[in-house]
């Protein structure tokens, strides 16, 4: 005999499902029971912390009418409380009407999740405590410019986020909110356009304030109350601003950072948790400090995907553009640097071949402006190409990039080294970013987290995983709020045990509205992380 129930369970205690909370659980067997075998076959218990078990009161209901149905009620007729984990057993004992039985007892395992909101009576199984941590990243706050000229990536979405951050502010379940990176963009503008507008760096960062005045009131806001602790992480696209500016926008908010241009942030007292943007693992993305250095005589740290923003940028503007025809070509080297050369020409083409421009790819058009860089460039610059007669690949600018990925990485405090042709692929595919967060993390016998987030991809997610000690651990990311996107205004939710009795932690994406309905993504729980 068998039985299922109407809920999902795993048969682990360190990995249980998570379910919506409910006073009813039915049971189906495959056979028709025999009644006076049930009385006291089944029981539910909550799970503590110290690993016991605590009984709860139920009614075990026959349905006659199906009498292979068992429905299990609580006493009190209410639903189980939120943020704890049950196990649920279902004795041998009990037969069917021929005398058959399951071949062992049965043990099944879930948790019920939290009815999320952010309304200023808050969570009544929080009672009121102070230990929500939230992560949003990917605004993408651009100047008045992008968003007169329809390029900018942020600006309907605008009285959404001040809704938004106004809720955060008024919960009172709230502990932190952490900015993941990309909150404002310094690389969205064509390639015609100076990148900032003829100003220079820190002034056109108070352009983009003044184009979104209301966004960082409602951030102020929230940092001046000083009852949730705001955290502003460095993106790609904001790696450029100082933390001077951060301060003259958001005075008194709290800064991760640990090399220019990138950051990590762990929460106090939270040391199994960390959040950064993501770019860091990114080839195209991560901030480099060798390339282009004689070119720019500054310390300059752009990496190409800045160049690959504009050419993005110019290419959506120009609109339904046949998918771009990039000449094939080929390079049996068994030299490494050239193979990784022709790797990174590889990626250039699935760019080009997505991002299409009616202009020439040997025009200087690319104005920039920014980071030491004063010319501009042809699309040909960035692109390795063949010299003499099919020799050798060189580049004009970035030359050399596939042989300093190590130092990069050096530079940028990565954990774990990962190969060239890993990082390349990682500006392309989002996949294989995400899973860095197992590699440099759950996979990193240096590490203890258990809980990374985030941002970059634009893609909110969850994904569970087991580390070295095989421990169930969490990658999330947090998504954007972005004007376009599917899903968009996704933001992640950390809510730890709720007391010493209990064992789960939880980790949820979710999405906001235009309306201020909040909607669960995805969801998952982690046992005992105290």
Known sequence: MTVNASISMSDKSDTPTVIDTTNTILLEFSEILDMDTVENGVKLYKVKSTGDFIEIPCKIIIDKSIPRYLIINTNSGTNLPEGEEYKLTVSSSIKSNIGLSLTQDYEGYFSTGYSFNLKSNGMAELNNTRTLIICISDIHLGDKRSIDNGYGWFYKNQDALVKFLTVVRQAPHVKELVIAGDMFDEW???M?????????????????????????????????????????????????????????????????????GLGAYTPDGRSE???????????????????????????????????????ATTSDLEKNLPTGEVP???????DQSQQHYFYYWGAWRIVMAKKPVKDSWDDKIIKTGIDGYTDSYAINDLIPHHTGNNGPLDVNLYKGIQDTWDDRQTANNVPVHIWTTT??????????????????????????????????????????????????????????????GDPTMTFVVIIPQKSSESTTEYITTYQYSQSGTITKLDSSVITNMK
């Open 188 to 190: 969205v503008a064509p």
């Open 192 to 260: 015609d356009a100076t990148t900032f507008d003829g100003k220079n760096q820190s002034e056109f960062v108070d352009l983009i304030a003044a184009a979104n005045l209301e966004v960082l009131a409602a951030f102020n806001n929230i940092i001046n109350d000083g009852q949730v602790k705001v955290t502003y992480v460095p993106g790609n696209h904001d790696m450029l601003v100082t933390s001077a500016d951060i301060q003259r926008i958001l005075p008194g908010i709290n800064e991760a950072r640990d090399t220019q």
């Open 273 to 311: 948790i960390i959040i950064e943007h993501g770019h860091r693992y990114d080839f195209y993305n991560a901030p480099d400090p060798i390339s282009n250095r004689t070119v720019t005589n500054t310390t300059s740290i752009l990496p190409p995907g800045f160049f690959v923003t504009k050419i």
């Open 328 to 334: 094939q070509d080929s390079y049996d080297s068994l």
């Open 423 to 484: 990082a390349i692929t990682a500006g392309a595919i989002d996949l294989v970013l995400d899973a860095q967060a197992v590699s440099q993390y759950f996979l990193n016998p240096d590490s203890n987290k258990r809980i990374v987030v985030f941002g970059h991809t634009h893609k909110a997610l969850i994904y569970p995983f087991a580390n070295l000690k095989l421990q169930k651990t969490v990658y999330a990311n947090s998504g954007t709020w972005v004007d376009k």
